[in-house]
């Protein structure tokens, strides 16, 4: 699925998610258990507005971000908390957005870690474009003959990114620079 969407201009990147934050639409994406889940409680608790949770769905022509959700997924206490407080306080979004900034994080525990100098496209190659993986994507890329329009899709992604977005290196779970 996460193949069809890139060919018809849609970038899905996994571990993230979106939210109306003063009239603002920021999406936030970042390797799974790097307290994601907790900060999007906080900025709803503080008023903010769930779009999505969960993959974090870009039209790149528009730059606009659709909502979708893992709703369904409660496992964790922090995400069944989660829920019920969107659930609550009926916050729930249903239409696309204009994308105003695209937060990429990574957050470390370890003072010693550098996770500096990385931009925009090491970060998509790192939580997107996962169907590359996929022995049997790749069967079908072979397949129809598709090697070369991925490839030039994703370079062209590279040359013509329009999406504002900012690496934040987060150290030892300290969120307070985004909101400054």
Same mark, same amino acid.
């Given at each position: 699925?996460?193949?069809?969407?890139?060919?018809?201009?849609?970038?899905?990147?996994?571990?993230?998610?979106?939210?109306?934050?003063?009239?603002?639409?920021?999406?936030?994406?970042?390797?799974?258990?790097?307290?994601?889940?907790?900060?999007?409680?906080?900025? %709803? @608790?503080?008023? #903010? $507005?769930? *779009? +999505?949770?969960?993959?974090?769905?870009?039209?790149? &022509? =528009?730059?606009?971000?659709?909502?979708?959700?893992? %709703? @369904?997924?409660? #496992? $964790?206490? *922090? +995400?069944?908390?989660?829920?019920?407080?969107?659930? &609550? =306080?009926?916050?729930?979004?249903?239409?696309?957005?204009?994308?105003?900034?695209?937060?990429? *994080?990574?957050?470390?525990?370890?003072?010693?870690?550098?996770?500096?100098?990385?931009?925009?496209?090491?970060?998509?190659?790192?939580?997107?474009?996962?169907?590359?993986?996929?022995?049997?994507?790749?069967?079908?890329?072979?397949?129809?003959?598709?090697?070369?329009?991925?490839?030039?899709?994703?370079?062209?992604?590279?040359?013509?990114?329009?999406?504002?977005?900012?690496?934040?290196?987060?150290?030892?779970?300290?969120?307070?620079?985004?909101?400054?």
């Amino acid at each position: 699925l996460d193949i069809l969407f890139f060919q018809k201009g849609y970038l899905t990147i996994l571990a993230g998610f979106t939210i109306n934050y003063q009239g603002k639409i920021i999406s936030m994406a970042g390797p799974s258990m790097n307290g994601k889940t907790t900060l999007l409680k906080k900025i %709803i @608790e503080g008023g #903010g $507005r769930y *779009i +999505s949770e969960g993959p974090i769905i870009i039209d790149i &022509k =528009n730059n606009q971000v659709f909502p979708c959700s893992n %709703i @369904e997924k409660k #496992g $964790r206490k *922090i +995400s069944r908390e989660l829920y019920q407080l969107i659930n &609550k =306080n009926h916050i729930k979004h249903y239409q696309k957005e204009k994308l105003n900034m695209l937060y990429l *994080i990574v957050n470390s525990t370890n003072f010693d870690f550098d996770a500096t100098n990385k931009d925009f496209f090491d970060f998509i190659l790192f939580r997107s474009l996962l169907f590359l993986k996929s022995p049997f994507i790749s069967a079908y890329i072979f397949k129809n003959n598709l090697t070369k329009k991925i490839f030039d899709q994703i370079s062209n992604l590279r040359k013509n990114i329009s999406i504002n977005n900012r690496f934040l290196p987060i150290k030892n779970y300290d969120y307070d620079q985004i909101f400054n």
